[in-house]
């Protein structure tokens, strides 16, 4: 079992920045992948970025490539998302998650645990 615990949401004017962290414990060994995740009301969740636990290996949902950065402390059991250049489009509740397979895309239904998410609100 994997538990994730999100933090850094909050109100930010458009062309702003956040970083939002994710704190992880339990049998993280067991999950090979952590992601970022985002849904807003009457939407489904979709994934804006992922990291390989080892080797950190990155992937990027087209909305986010060039404004937000994954990122990884191992040392702190934390993986972080860096949001910059950030829009009224990119309101949402963002989650953590983590998969146990090396690659996966950015499918919620590959990611096997789940934090209770942070609020990301910007305003225009």
């Known amino acids: 079992q994997v538990q994730l615990v999100e933090s850094g949401g909050g109100t930010v004017q458009a062309g702003g920045s956040l970083r939002l962290s994710c704190i992880h414990s339990g049998n993280i060994n067991s999950r090979k992948s952590m992601g970022w995740f985002r849904q807003t009301p009457g939407k489904e969740r979709e994934g804006v970025a992922r990291i390989t636990t080892s080797g950190g290996a990155v992937y990027y949902d087209d909305s986010a490539r060039r404004r937000f950065t994954i990122s990884q402390d191992n040392a702190k059991n934390t993986v972080y998302l860096e949001m910059s250049s950030l829009k009224p489009e990119d309101t949402a509740m963002y989650y953590c998650?983590?998969?146990?397979?090396?690659?996966?895309?950015?499918?919620?239904?590959?990611?096997?645990?789940w934090g209770q998410g942070t609020q990301v609100t910007v305003s225009s």
């Open positions: 998650a983590a998969a146990d397979s090396w690659y996966p895309t950015l499918r919620a239904s590959e990611y096997k645990d």
